[in-house]
Each structure stands twice: as structure tokens, then as C-alpha cells.
Nanobody, 126 residues
Framework: QVQLVESGGGLVQAGGSLRLSCAAS????????MGWFRQAPGKEREFVAV????????YYADSVKGRFIISRDNAKSTVYLQMNSLKPEDTAAYYC???????????????????WGHGTQVAVSS
């Protein structure tokens, strides 16, 4: 079992930055791939970024590529999402997710992740 708690959301002006954190419980954090998803009001939850267990591989949605950076610290059981050059369309609730079996063919699919946090809200004003 893994419990995930996100933090770091808030209100920021367009062009600004935020860093989200997701703290995980359990002693097997380093065996999980970690993903970030987001959900805007009235829209489906969508993939943002994923990082493999070692941090050696990362993938991003096209909409955030070049602006967001996902990273992890296995010693602290925490995954981060550095969000730069924020846009109003980045406004959403952001969720972290964990799974041991994520592959290059499945990381975009929210249904493949077994564990989810409760989310942190990000609002970007124009």
C-alpha cells in the first residue's frame, strides 16, 4: 500500500512558477513509477508527466513539455513537479499517482495507476 499527499498548489499569475510535491508513505517508494495528472473543471483527468523508479526516464504531455520538470528523491519518498511559465490553461487540480507496472505503453492511461493522492489546486490568473 502507498499513500500519497500532494502539496504546493496555489494561485499564481501567468508566467509564474510553482513547485508541487507529493510525499509517499511506505518503504517501497523507490520501486514505483510516479505520475502527475491534472483535471480542470468539466474535463477528464489528463496525463501531465511521469518518472520511472530510478528517475532516469521521464515523459511529458506535449502541452507542458519544456515548461514542467518532474523529479524524485527516493531518500525522501517524494516526487516533485516544477511548473514554469504557467498559463491560465494550466489551471486544474493536480494529482500524483503511483504504480509498479507502468510501461512506456501505459504511462498516459490514468486507469493503469493503482494509487492516487487527493490532489492540490493550481490556479493561474491572466
Amino acid at each position: 500500500q502507498v499513500q500519497l499527499v500532494e502539496s504546493g498548489g496555489g494561485l499564481v499569475q501567468a508566467g509564474g512558477s510553482l513547485r508541487l510535491s507529493c510525499a509517499a508513505s511506505g518503504r517501497t517508494f523507490s520501486s514505483y513509477a510516479m505520475g502527475w495528472f491534472r483535471q480542470a473543471p468539466g474535463k477528464e483527468r489528463e496525463f501531465v508527466a511521469v518518472i520511472n523508479w530510478s528517475g532516469g526516464n521521464t515523459y511529458y504531455a506535449d502541452s507542458v513539455k519544456g515548461r514542467f520538470i518532474i523529479s524524485r528523491d527516493n531518500a525522501k519518498s517524494t516526487v516533485y513537479l516544477q511548473m514554469n511559465s504557467l498559463k491560465p490553461e494550466d489551471t486544474a487540480a493536480y494529482y500524483c499517482a503511483a504504480d509498479r507496472r507502468i510501461t512506456i505503453g501505459t504511462y498516459r492511461d490514468r486507469n493503469e495507476y493503482d494509487y492516487w493522492g487527493h490532489g492540490t489546486q493550481v490556479a493561474v490568473s491572466s
